[in-house]
């Protein structure tokens, strides 16, 4: 039995991130981050990397009442932070203290007024060519796509800011959108030089709420490429910026196989 392995005595905290839970009947102890717990399920990971979902029957009443308490701290905690996000994109990605991950594409995309594109049992897309006004992290994507995996989950968030494509064209309006989103700016004339103030103003805009960013590779093969790496809970935030190509957004899971284990530059 998982449990007979794992738990153990009361709920106090061993770090700002672990916690200690007690199985009833073994009185075994395990130390374990608390991902979430409904007050019938708890889902934890343990120190060595394990996922595991029991019920909250199993352990003691002292467990019980200590992770209510730590699950509404967390909670608020996360709620907070969140809105803190939200206030810097411009746009309502999250809502209460659910990472993206853990809510359905369709949900996500509807909250952002992101139209649907595909859908399949195993995949779905909402493609959005926003108006000049619009805005994401202080600047104008001219392209913004929300995927879905198998059984409708979100997967990942792909933006697209100044592109060669788009640039200049009347659908990418050049630089003109920088007139009234930044009318403080001097205004950036070339292709390069919208490139370079969409990845600037993007980067103030993560690094205001989420801190100084982490550069690193991401991708593979061909597509292997430098990009800025902001973390937010569960959810990873990639800039890259191309000279004279693009600069774009992923947001992905820190869990992606090709965003994991990359070198730090």
């Keep these: 039995m998982v449990l007979a392995v794992l738990l153990s005595a009361n709920l106090t905290a061993t770090s700002a991130e672990y916690v200690e839970i007690t199985q009833k009947k073994s009185k075994k102890t395990l130390s374990v981050e608390i991902l979430s717990f409904d007050g019938s399920e708890i889902t934890f990971v343990t120190r060595h990397g394990k996922k595991y979902t029991i019920d909250s029957n199993l352990l003691t009443e002292d467990s019980l009442k200590a992770l209510k308490s730590k699950a509404k701290v967390k909670s608020t905690a996360q709620q907070e932070l969140y809105s803190k996000v939200n206030g810097?994109?411009?746009q309502p990605l999250f809502t209460?203290?659910?990472?993206l991950w853990e809510q359905p594409a369709g949900v996500?995309?509807?909250r952002l007024g992101w139209p649907r594109e595909s859908q399949t049992d195993q995949s779905s897309s909402y493609r959005y060519y926003p108006p000049r006004d619009y805005q994401f992290l202080g600047t104008?994507?001219?392209?913004a796509t929300l995927y879905g995996g198998q059984g409708g989950a979100t997967s990942h968030l792909s933006l697209v800011f100044a592109n060669k494509g788009d640039f200049g064209s009347t659908s990418g309006m050049g630089p003109n959108h920088f007139k009234k989103l930044h009318p403080e700016k001097v205004l950036?004339?070339?292709l390069e030089e919208t490139i370079e103030m969409d990845a600037e103003l993007i980067s103030e805009s993560l690094s205001s709420a989420l801190g100084e960013s982490v550069k690193q590779y991401y991708g593979e093969k061909e597509d292997r490429r430098k990009v800025k790496r902001w973390n937010l809970e569960s959810h990873a935030f990639l800039l890259s910026e191309v000279e004279g190509e693009y600069t774009s957004l992923l947001v992905v899971s820190k869990k992606m196989r090709t965003w994991k284990a990359k070198s730090h530059l």
């Design 108 to 110: 996500v995309a509807k």
């Design 140 to 143: 104008h994507p001219y392209s």
């Design 188 to 190: 950036p004339n070339t």
């Design 88 to 90: 810097c994109l411009g």
């Design 96 to 99: 209460g203290d659910k990472g």
